[in-house]
Every structure is written in C-alpha cells, then in structure tokens.
C-alpha cells in the first residue's frame, strides 16, 4: 500500500513573508532617516522589491550567490536614489537582524499542518535562504508536523527546478513504500503550480487574493479549505 506525501511552500504559504518583509522595511527605512531624508517610503520599497526580484532571479540561474543577492538587493536602489551605495551591507545585515521580529504563521497553518499530518507525510519545499528557512521551522515548531524541510540553498535549484521536488519525492519516499500521491501546496504559480506539475505532483495554488490563475489550476484561497485534498 502507497502513502501520500503531501508538501507545502513556506513564505506566503504558511508564513506571511511579506508582511514581515514590509514592516521591517519600514523599520530600517526609519530608522536610517538620515540616509532616507527626502524620501518617502514609497519611493524606497518598490525599487527594492525590484531589486530583490532581480536578485533571485538571477540567484536561480546561478549567476549570483546568496551573500551577493542579500547586499545587491540594497546597493541598486540606493544607487537608483542616489544615496549612498556603500551602506548596502550594513543595511542587509540590519534587515536580516530585523526580518525575524516580524514572521507570523497565516491563518489556518498550524491547523491544516496538523490534518495533513494525520494523513501522509509531511514536508516544506522551500526558495528561501537555508538559514532563515530553518530558524522559521524552529521558531513555530513546525517540526511537530514537518518530516522533510526541502531547501533550494541545500539542493542546488530552486523551484520550479525538476531537482528540487525530486529530493521532495526522495525523502519523503525515504523507509516506506512508494508515493501513491503527491501533492503540493504554494503561492506561486510560476514556481509551486508549474514546477510541481511537470515533476509529477499534483499542484494546488493557494491564492489568497482570489487571482484568476493563468492556466487551469485546483486553488484555495485559505489554508482551511485544503483540509477535503488531504484525505
């Protein structure tokens, strides 16, 4: 008899990242009101959320490394501003010492962890840097659940690289018979729908904003209402 494996994404998943994201944006920005003078905030975040997708971006074609992405990600706004690009890797350590104060669970997450629990294995596959990834699992305890913590800085490629929901299927399969079932469960479409789609699993977008998805898709819009796909 096979055995589900049933599979979550992190940030904006279980975790409002954006949410932290923001507030410590907004944290450092006044805090450092003499670097920022003149500037509203939303002349600041937009242009570093820009640059922040750009570093990841290229994070996942292997053109940068994860240290370059944490200060690339200050130094182009700042330098788009005219302000001074060499405070760039002071203003990545200060975020990263602030981003944490900030993580909430989404509504629903320890719930729904819990009932997947009950009916397969469990496990996060995950984009975000290794470290901050498992200071998050720890934090929340998601381990009372989570079997596997899947992350792309370990395996070498980020969603929605073949590879990554690969080692997914190998841990999860890891002691016990083969997957019957493979679901797995993320706020992208780009990286959770369509990379878990072409590795063979079976794909369910969470879309709180209720986003008409670009292609034909099984979607939530809470976490709660996965609980009829785990069975």
């Known amino acids: 008899m096979g055995q589900q494996l049933l ?23 006044a805090r450092e009101s003499a670097l920022f003078a003149g500037l509203s905030f939303d002349d600041w975040y937009p242009k570093y959320k820009l640059a922040n997708h750009a570093g990841w971006t290229a994070y996942g ?8 992405v944490s200060v690339k990600r200050f130094a182009e706004p700042l330098a788009e501003l005219g302000l001074d690009v060499s405070l760039a890797h002071a203003l990545s350590v200060a975020y990263l010492e602030e981003y944490p104060h900030h993580w ?45 913590l899947i992350l792309s800085e370990d395996v070498g490629v ?8 690969e080692a997914a299927r190998i ?24 990379g878990a789609k072409a590795a063979g699993w079976l794909p369910v977008f969470f879309n709180p904003r209720k986003e008409k998805p670009p292609a034909p898709v099984l ?10 796909l785990l069975e």
């Not at 053109?63 to 370059?68: F, G, R, V």
């Not at 629903?108 to 975000?128: K, M, Y």
């Open 61 to 68: 074609r292997g053109e940068l490394d994860a240290p370059t």
């Open 219 to 228: 979607w939530v819009s809470c976490l709660r209402d996965l609980r009829p």
């Open 104 to 148: 909430k669970l989404l509504p629903g997450a320890e719930e729904i962890l819990d009932a997947a629990s009950r009916n397969g294995v469990v496990g996060i596959i995950s984009n975000g840097f290794s470290a901050a990834q498992k200071a998050k699992v720890k934090r929340f305890r998601l381990d009372r659940w989570v079997r596997h």
């Open 7 to 29: 599979f979550f994404d992190l940030d904006d998943t279980l975790l409002d990242h954006r949410g932290a994201e923001e507030a410590a944006q907004r944290v450092l920005f």
């Open 171 to 194: 841990a999860g399969e890891a002691g016990g018979p083969p997957a019957t079932r493979k679901l797995h469960v993320g706020d992208s479409f780009e990286h959770d729908v369509l």
């Open 158 to 165: 980020l969603k929605p690289g073949r590879a990554i929901f």
